[in-house]
């Protein structure tokens, strides 16, 4: 099977302004009808020439809910799936604020078979977190929106935490008990977070409160996700793509916007950005460690924010025991 994991930003705007966004700075803007034609037309191109057998599109902004341009997308690149007789399968990513039963009962016909939310621990803390931008308070909505999506689609909940508030985190994972869900992804914030891979645990107490969350996790019923990364993700696939609402193209969620991290665009071809490939910079160092099937040298985003080269190293090794700690849960 050939798969073709695709997110596609139909806007960069947003309706929350959260403390520790990664898209800050990048320019606002919507996905024009235009760009979107072109886009699936593009699309349907890469399923014909690499023989794509699925299509893994995952709807993310900004926040995709604030353009009637996400259900379009979802339909037209299912209708590409249909004639192209290949798998289809529809993500959101959202905040969940707008996620009205209208909605979901549109994006639900077209496909939608999992939803992303973030609620970040307590309601004191996500509302600090995750304000709108005028101030106000998310927890409450989002709460009674998850509440109404779980009996049609399964939802994640991702819980963004800062390092030392683990005890907030706590109290939230019994209200989202509480809602109904069951899976949980834990992401520690970084003081560089907005510049950094989210999904790069990065220092020994990130780990050992990521134990400690999994355990309570756990006790409470809950399934928390284990599949913290290192080294190979969506950046290596040969055919993963991440296409902006001007129809550029990266490699990875993290690097949108960031011109370094381009890999082409829907209208001058899809080039994927080889200074992201990690196996051309790992050191002697990584090449004769035990752990380079798991990490592949490390994140080379994460590897350019660090030390300002694609070609550096951050050793995550250390954090390595932890994670099999948590995997044996």
């Known amino acids: 099977m050939v798969d073709l994991p695709l997110y596609v930003l139909t806007t960069t705007r ?3 302004v959260c403390r520790y966004c990664f898209e800050e700075g990048i320019p606002q803007s919507d996905m024009l009808p235009t760009i979107k034609d072109k886009m699936i037309s593009f699309i349907e191109g890469i399923v014909v020439s690499k023989g794509i057998s699925s299509i893994n599109l995952t709807l993310f902004g900004g926040e995709p809910l604030m ?20 798998d289809y399968h529809l993500s959101l990513i959202t905040n969940g604020y707008l996620l009205s039963p209208t909605t979901l009962e549109k994006l639900v016909g077209l496909g939608l078979d999992k939803v ?82 989210g ?3 990065a220092s020994k107490n990130d780990f050992d409160e990521l134990v400690i969350l999994h355990k309570s996790a756990k006790e409470m019923g809950l399934l928390p996700h284990d599949d913290y990364r290192f080294g190979p993700c969506m950046a290596h696939h040969p055919h993963a793509m991440v ?13 949108v916007g960031r011109s370094f991290c381009r890999s082409g665009s829907i209208f001058d071809g899809y080039k994927p950005n ?31 924010q660090s030390t300002g080269s694609f070609e550096g190293t951050v050793c995550k090794k250390g954090g390595l025991g932890r994670l099999r700690k948590i995997k044996k849960m």
Request: glycine share 6%; charged share 25%; with cysteine.
């Open 199 to 201: 999904e790069v645990p």
């Open 243 to 255: 296409i902006n609402p001007s129809g550029e193209i990266y490699k990875c969620l993290y690097g």
């Open 274 to 304: 080889q200074r992201i490939v990690q196996k051309e910079y790992m050191s002697d160092k990584c090449h004769l460690c035990e752990l380079l099937p798991f990490c592949f040298g490390g994140c080379r985003y994460d590897a350019y």
């Open 14 to 16: 947003c309706n929350f």
């Open 67 to 86: 353009t009637g341009m996400s259900p379009e997308v979802a339909k037209d690149i299912k209708e590409v799936a249909v004639s192209r007789s290949t």
């Open 116 to 197: 992303i939310v973030s609620i970040d621990g307590s309601e004191k803390q996500h509302n600090r977190n995750r304000p709108l931008k005028n101030g106000d308070p998310t927890f409450d909505m989002i709460v009674d929106n998850v509440e109404a999506v779980l009996p049609v689609v399964p939802v994640v909940i991702r819980v963004n935490y800062y390092p030392g508030e683990i005890a907030e985190v706590i109290k939230g994972l019994k209200r989202i008990k509480e809602m109904g869900a069951n899976s949980v992804y834990f992401s520690p914030i970084r003081p560089s977070s907005e510049k950094s891979c």
